[in-house]
């Protein structure tokens, strides 16, 4: 997907992909990390989701990246702080309190500029990528991040009727991603509630572990 269509989709407030609480299946699974308080977890193209007020208040710290300057402006007027601006070239940079983001595209992130992660929750960037963009994501992701443990949801459906983003990814199609990085354990497979843009479809979340 090229930066524009998301820019756009932000400008237009077509941000359907924008769940209004934390996701059920973050809530129900994040405790499979296995992580201490004040943990730090990497959320890639992360929007303005509400999934970050929750770990901040679970008492972790929460790195995310995100193209949208518009997004993450609404992300820190809702969290109710002013945020501190450093500017690292390509990306940006606001950080308060136990949150901080990256502004710009993920790739130009490296491990340097990220530092330390201690896992990693995609809930919204590999589906949000299509096919040509995954297998360099998976690996770029694994390098940033020094190969942290990762909490991954996934969605299927019948693309013939509905193409993405988000886009349909198979239980093959994460093992052929990540097989040579992680030891993979499917947590769940459930309906998604309410469908997909009123389409059937379900919910996969994984655990990827060394």
Known sequence: MKADFWHKRWEAGQTGFHQRKPNAHLVDHVQTLNLPKGARIFLPLCGKTHDIAWLMAQGYHVIGAELSALAIEQLFNELGVTPDTTDLGKLKRLSADSVEIYVGDVFDLTQDTLGHIDATYDRAALVALPSNMRTQ??????????????????????????????????????????????????????????????????????????
Not at 184 to 208: F, I, M, N, S, Y
């Open 137 to 210: 994501y998976a690996a770029h992701l694994a390098k940033i991040t020094n190969i942290a443990p990762q909490l991954l949801v996934t969605v299927q459906y019948d693309q013939s009727v509905m193409n993405g983003p988000p886009f349909a990814i198979t239980a093959d199609e994460v093992h052929t991603l990540y097989d040579n990085i992680y030891t993979l354990e499917r947590l769940a497979h459930d309906d998604a509630e309410g469908g997909l843009k009123g389409h059937p479809a379900t919910e996969e979340v994984w655990l990827l572990r060394q």
